[in-house]
């Protein structure tokens, strides 16, 4: 069974300092590799999809990568900002059969201080 | 947004009552998720669907039953709440309708529902 884990659960930083999430899964067989964003009382918003044939994925300040073969992923965020604060979540899914079962990690809870 | 919606975004019930949780797109995606959100576990698939009338259960599907008779349209169904379904539930869908699939999930804003 796949599990996916995130360390830490919490991070605290500074603004303009750069922000690292990891995310790690134990399955190495995924079809893709999905951050999203939740905001307090919000929905998930999709920040960045990585296709197992990829290893990495740009967009603006966010960077992530993917290391299928050690089961890693990391998001980085560039200068972070106030407006960054929120629970960063990743999500893996398996060799794609009927649709894209996502399985969560527990997800970092961000916050950025001006 | 990606065209979602949840209904209701908030419900108070009792122990026993039926509910109905309604998720709408408009987006023609193939694929619909139920999952629910909880501290201490994350987010948990219930059930999903790959097309009318077509659907399967997830990993906490107990005490749920879902049905969907058009593609924009995923209910899900507590015959009999329980406390234990006191839950934050998203919709997600996925698989645009165009050649690019890239199987990427979009989240609705959730249905939080409390069962006393």
């Known amino acids: 069974k796949q599990e996916v884990t995130q360390i830490p659960a919490a991070l605290s930083v500074p603004e303009g300092e750069n922000l690292v999430l990891n995310c790690s899964f134990t399955?190495?067989?995924?079809?893709?590799l999905q951050w999203f964003r939740q905001d307090p009382g919000k929905g998930l918003t999709s920040l960045l999809l990585i296709q197992s044939s990829q290893r990495e994925q740009t967009s603006g300040r966010l960077n992530a990568s993917l290391d299928k073969s050690s089961g890693r992923s990391t998001l980085y965020i560039a200068a972070s900002q106030p407006g960054d604060s929120a629970t960063y979540l990743c999500a893996v899914s398996q060799i794609k059969a009927a649709g894209n079962k996502l399985t969560f990690g527990g997800g970092t809870r961000v916050l950025v201080k001006p | 947004d990606a065209g979602i919606t949840q209904s209701p975004r908030h419900k108070v019930t009792e122990t026993g009552t039926p509910v109905t949780l309604r998720c709408h797109q408009t987006e023609n995606h193939r694929y619909m998720y139920w999952y629910r959100q909880d501290p201490g576990h994350g987010l948990r698939l219930i059930h999903y669907?790959?097309?009318?009338?077509?659907?399967d259960k997830g990993e906490v599907s107990d005490g749920y039953s879902v049905s969907r008779s058009k593609t924009e349209d995923f209910l899900l169904t507590l015959e009999s709440a329980t406390s234990s379904q006191t839950s934050v539930y998203f919709c997600?869908?996925?698989?645009?309708?165009?050649?690019?699939?890239?199987?990427?999930?979009?989240f609705g804003e959730g249905s939080r529902l409390t069962v006393l």
């Open positions: 669907s790959y097309g009318v009338k077509d659907t």
């Open positions: 997600a869908i996925s698989g645009s309708s165009g050649s690019a699939n890239t199987g990427e999930l979009f």
């Open positions: 399955d190495s067989a995924i079809y893709n």
